[in-house]
């Protein structure tokens, strides 16, 4: 139990959630320019028995809509039951941002750079604070869900700070192949929200303005997975095929202007030497080989493979050999059906793949 934890969770305004109760909530945020107010909806669903209370938020970037989609397939197709706790649903975190399919706020402030926020501070700070203090503080656990920034597209990874044990083992139920240990960012979400004690983790998958089958899949059956964790629903947990954890990431960025054609896609595993993608001029010119530097998994793609020099292109993730070669072995043993063969197709579909040469 989060013991700073201050608000009950299933007491909202003047309303309170019986136990095996469900129904809609709201924060209020702020005020619109002609005095409305802008609030942020919650779905309350209470479980029979006790339990812990875990928030499950989408489009704290208002443009990252795949974990709305995912928090509308929980709670439209009801893929597991709630036996025992409360879960909190944050569809839409950042208002004002998912009306005009932008990630800042209106004053041009990043709001997963503004946590915990500010009773006094800015706009996207003072709706951060009141985001945090009235999910947060109901809540022993959290999973924010986002997706890659615009132009590219991420293979589905976890992101938690793997040295607070309760956030390791709460992040390794989740089912993730990968798992990126950090803190976050300063002002994440995340961040603030494990720091003050309800342990908090995060999914980036897929792409911006898109509600894609293989993420909104892969981001239900993690919080299931972490559901059944904490005995809030029952069932097994579906292990992953292989789990790589690391701190380790590099961008390969491109060396001259021109096109790209990319031969791996999101969710591979590359060797070292590997070549990545061909880098040739508008008059079909070769101008440079990309190829990967060690041996490692793709995490994040372009999805614009229109270049210039230093331009982002692929986010390679390593681990210490031996995972590596559990994770090679594991990929090349699945079937094409499998939710990871799925995903890597899926991300690869509107971007071309092709052979070298
Ligand atoms: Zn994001």
């Given at each position: 139990m989060n013991e700073r934890r201050r608000r009950c969770p299933w007491r909202w305004g003047d309303r309170e959630f019986a136990p095996g109760e469900e129904g809609e909530a709201h924060i209020d945020v702020s005020l619109r320019y002609v005095g409305e107010p802008v609030q942020v909806p919650v779905i309350v669903w209470r479980g029979k028995r006790d339990g812990p209370t875990v928030f499950v938020s989408g489009a704290v970037h208002g443009d990252e809509i795949n974990g709305t989609g995912a928090i509308r397939a929980m709670i439209y197709e009801r893929p597991f039951e709630l036996t025992a706790g409360t879960l909190l649903f944050?569809?839409?975190?950042?208002t004002h941002g998912f009306e005009r399919h932008?990630?800042?706020?209106?004053?041009?402030?990043d709001l997963n750079r503004?946590?915990?926020?500010?009773?006094?501070?800015s706009m996207a700070s003072r709706i951060a604070r009141r985001v945090f203090d009235e999910l947060v503080h109901r809540s022993d656990y959290g999973i924010d869900l986002h997706t890659a920034a615009v132009r590219r597209t991420n293979f589905p990874n976890v992101r938690a700070d793997m040295t607070n044990l309760t956030l390791a083992s709460f992040a390794r139920a989740f089912g993730a192949e990968l798992i990126l240990s950090s803190r976050g960012p300063r002002g994440s979400l995340r961040r603030a929200a494990t720091e003050f004690g309800c342990p908090t983790l995060c999914l980036e998958a897929g792409e911006v303005w898109k509600v894609e089958p293989g993420v909104v899949e892969y981001a239900v059956r993690g919080v299931r997975n972490c559901l059944i964790a904490l005995g809030m629903v029952e069932g097994e947990i579906e292990r992953p095929p292989f789990a790589i954890e690391t701190d380790a990431t590099s961008w390969t960025r491109s060396k001259h202007a021109g096109f790209l054609r990319l031969h791996v896609a999101p969710g591979d595993v590359v060797e070292r030497g590997q070549l990545l993608a061909t880098n040739i001029s508008?008059?079909?010119?070769?101008?440079s080989r990309l190829k990967a530097v060690r041996k490692g998994i793709v995490l994040g793609a372009t999805t614009i493979p229109v270049v210039a020099?230093?331009?982002?292109i692929f986010n390679i993730a390593y681990a210490k050999h031996g995972d590596m070669m559990r994770a090679d072995r594991a990929i090349s043993r699945l079937?094409?059906?499998h939710l990871h063969a799925r995903m890597r197709s899926d991300l690869a579909r509107n971007v071309r793949i092709v052979k070298p040469g």
């Open positions: 944050a569809p839409v975190v950042n932008e990630r800042y706020m209106p004053d041009r402030r503004c946590f915990p926020g500010s009773r006094s501070g508008l008059t079909g010119k070769r101008l020099p230093g331009t982002a079937d094409d059906d």
